[in-house]
C-alpha cells in the first residue's frame, strides 16, 4: 500500500520569505510519481508541481521546486518568495503500480499561511 | 472546455434519503474518479473508473454507487444518506495510458451535508 505522510498541519511564513512544505512517503513501487496540489480557500485542486521517481533533475515551476530526497523517500515543496495569495492548503500525493495509473492517494494537507 | 463539472454545488440531505453528485468532463479522458474531504483527512478514494463500463472500489466505497456508462458521465450515487456522509465531494479525470505524469483534473466539488 502506498501512504504520504505531511507533519506540519500548518504553517506560517512572511511575504517575501521561502518555505518549505514537508512530504514523506512509503511505497514498494520502483516507479512513480509525486504530485503537489494547492487548494485555496474557495476549495478548487491546483495542480502545482510533478516529480517522477527516475527524474534526474528536482522538479521546479516558477516559485515552486521540489526537493526529492528519493532515499530519504522524501519530496519537500519550496516556494520561494512567497505571496499573500500563498496562503493555501497543500497536499502531496502520489501515484504508482500498487494503487494504479488512474488515483492518486494524498496525504493530510498543510495548512500555510502568509503574513504581509 | 468546461473541464470537470460537478452539480450540485451544494445539497443538504436527511438521514435515509438517496441522492447523485453528478460528474461531467469534456475532455475525452478515460479515468474518472470520486474523492471525499473531510478537515484533518485529506482527499480519500471513493470509487474509480478506468473506462465506460469498468468501475472498481477505493478506499472508502461503503454506502455510494457508481456507474460508467458513457465516457463522459462519472455519477456518485448516495444509496442511504447518513451524518458521517457529510463531507466535500470531488470528481477528478484524467487521461489514460500507463504513466504517472498525467495530471488529475478536479471539479469544484460539492458541498453535502447530511443533517
Known amino acids: 500500500a502506498q501512504k504520504i505522510t505531511q507533519t506540519q498541519p500548518g504553517m506560517f511564513v512572511q511575504e517575501k520569505e521561502a518555505v518549505t512544505l514537508d512530504c514523506t512517503y512509503d511505497t514498494s513501487d520502483q516507479s512513480y510519481g509525486l504530485f503537489w496540489y494547492k487548494q485555496p480557500s474557495s476549495g478548487e485542486m491546483i495542480f502545482l508541481i510533478y516529480q517522477g521517481s527516475y527524474d534526474e533533475q528536482n522538479a521546479t515551476e516558477g516559485r515552486y521546486s521540489l526537493n526529492f530526497q528519493k532515499a530519504r523517500k522524501s519530496a519537500n515543496l519550496v516556494i520561494s518568495a512567497s505571496q499573500l495569495g500563498d496562503s493555501a492548503m497543500y497536499f502531496c500525493?502520489?501515484?504508482?503500480?500498487?494503487?494504479?495509473?488512474?488515483?492518486?492517494?494524498f496525504g493530510k494537507g498543510t495548512m500555510l499561511l502568509v503574513s504581509p | 472546455n468546461a473541464g470537470v463539472t460537478q452539480t450540485p454545488k451544494f445539497q443538504v440531505l436527511k438521514t435515509g434519503q438517496s441522492m447523485t453528485l453528478q460528474c461531467a468532463q469534456d475532455m475525452n479522458h478515460e479515468y474518472m474518479s470520486w474523492y471525499r474531504q473531510d478537515p484533518g483527512m485529506g482527499l480519500r478514494l471513493i470509487h474509480y473508473s478506468v473506462g465506460a463500463g469498468i468501475t472498481d472500489q477505493g478506499e472508502v466505497p461503503n454506502g455510494y454507487n457508481v456507474s460508467r456508462s458513457t465516457t463522459e458521465d462519472f455519477p456518485l450515487r448516495l444509496l442511504s444518506a447518513a451524518p458521517s456522509q457529510t463531507s466535500v465531494y470531488f470528481c477528478?479525470?484524467?487521461?489514460?495510458?500507463?504513466?504517472?505524469?498525467?495530471?488529475?483534473?478536479f471539479g469544484p466539488g460539492t458541498r453535502l451535508t447530511v443533517t
Open positions: 477528478a479525470s484524467s487521461p489514460g495510458g500507463a504513466g504517472f505524469r498525467n495530471e488529475q483534473y
Open positions: 500525493a502520489m501515484r504508482g503500480p500498487t494503487s494504479g495509473y488512474s488515483t492518486l492517494t
